[in-house]
């Protein structure tokens, strides 16, 4: 009697586990088709915020965004101090910009929405433009003189992308959660620290004293670079640096390759080159997984590590 039922118990509850396993595919389909219809159907949120400013007597930079891409860019109407922003928001944004002192800050937040229905905008958007976006329009554009020099300039993006052509400053400090930038005629006499946590970063014509570059998934590609003691780090993504690389430089990619055209002959350095899986190859020659070098009197320096990638080191003819 007993057995039976402990039989009858446990048919009792693996009917029971079935139903409610049912039932929560049931309510996951459910919700999941209502998303689709919502997203194939959503209407519009109202009319996007714009508005511009003009500042003046502009010291340092201070930019936080939720979301929008952010462009900088020179104008050579604006005097030397000026900066022009204007911006282009989805409805229900909410914008702060103002002088604190010298700084200005500006700062964007993203509308406050449902879970459901910001699901409901992200699948529209990959259905109708293979983008994880959901406010893919959302831009911050801002105006600089190029006479202008700012003692600091501060930028963090929570989702979009960063371009930024011909801004001259002492310090520089870049963040972005989700997106790529995309860096020109970059002046930063001071130092440089950019981090992107998902996305490639890509510049042309940087001038640095000291810089800290990394990206967690995404490459790195940078051309035209001047830059006397750089580390760069990519968790995820490849390197390739071309450019004058002076003092004590440090590289590190865990899953990919890593490519230096420095101007500078190899003879110049120090050399403390590894990959772990791969090769190391200087100035053509093939050096197997690990390559050292170290001069009398050593100028300059270069230590890299690959784990799962190759090193490829050309150096160039000038003194």
């Known amino acids: 009697m007993k057995r039976a039922t402990k039989i009858l118990c446990i048919l009792a509850a693996c009917l029971l586990g079935s139903g409610l396993l049912l039932l929560c595919a049931g309510l996951f389909a459910g ?9 194939l ?8 915020i714009q508005d511009s400013f003009l500042f003046e007597q502009v010291d340092a930079l201070s930019i936080q965004c939720e979301i929008g891409d952010l462009s900088i860019q020179t104008d050579p109407g604006l005097p030397a101090g000026a900066v022009y922003v204007e911006y282009d928001l989805p409805a229900g944004s909410r914008v702060s910009a103002q002088m604190e002192e010298n700084t200005l800050a500006f700062h964007s937040k993203a509308p406050r ?15 109708a433009q293979d983008s994880l976006n959901a406010y893919p329009t959302a831009c911050i554009q801002i105006s600089v003189s190029p006479q202008g020099v700012f003692s600091t300039a501060q930028l963090q993006l929570d989702v979009g992308d960063l371009t930024m052509d011909g801004l001259r400053c002492q310090n520089l400090d870049i963040h972005t959660a989700v997106g790529a930038a995309q860096l020109s005629n ?19 014509a940087l001038r640095l004293q000291t810089a800290r570059l990394s990206c967690d998934v995404g490459s790195m590609d940078l051309r035209d670079l001047r830059c006397y ?4 780090v990519a968790n995820v993504g490849n390197i390739h640096i071309q450019g004058r690389l002076a003092g004590d430089n440090r590289f590190q990619c865990d899953l990919g390759s890593l490519t230096l055209e420095t101007t500078l002959p190899c003879s110049d350095y120090d050399l403390d080159l590894q990959a772990d899986m791969g090769q190391v190859t200087v100035d053509g020659a093939a050096c197997g997984h690990n390559f050292r070098q170290q001069r009398a009197t050593p ?21």
């Open 31 to 39: 919700g999941f088709h209502s998303l689709w219809a919502g997203a």
């Open 41 to 48: 159907n959503l209407s519009p949120q109202g009319d996007d």
């Open 113 to 127: 929405r449902s879970l459901p229905g910001l699901f409901q905008r992200l699948l529209r958007n990959l259905l």
């Open 186 to 204: 970059l002046h930063a006499a001071a130092s440089a620290v950019v981090q992107l946590d998902t996305g490639s970063l890509r510049g042309d």
């Open 229 to 232: 003691g750089l580390e760069a």
């Open 299 to 319: 100028a300059h320096a270069i230590q890299a590590v690959c784990d799962l990638g190759s090193i490829d080191l050309s150096g160039g003819g000038e003194g």
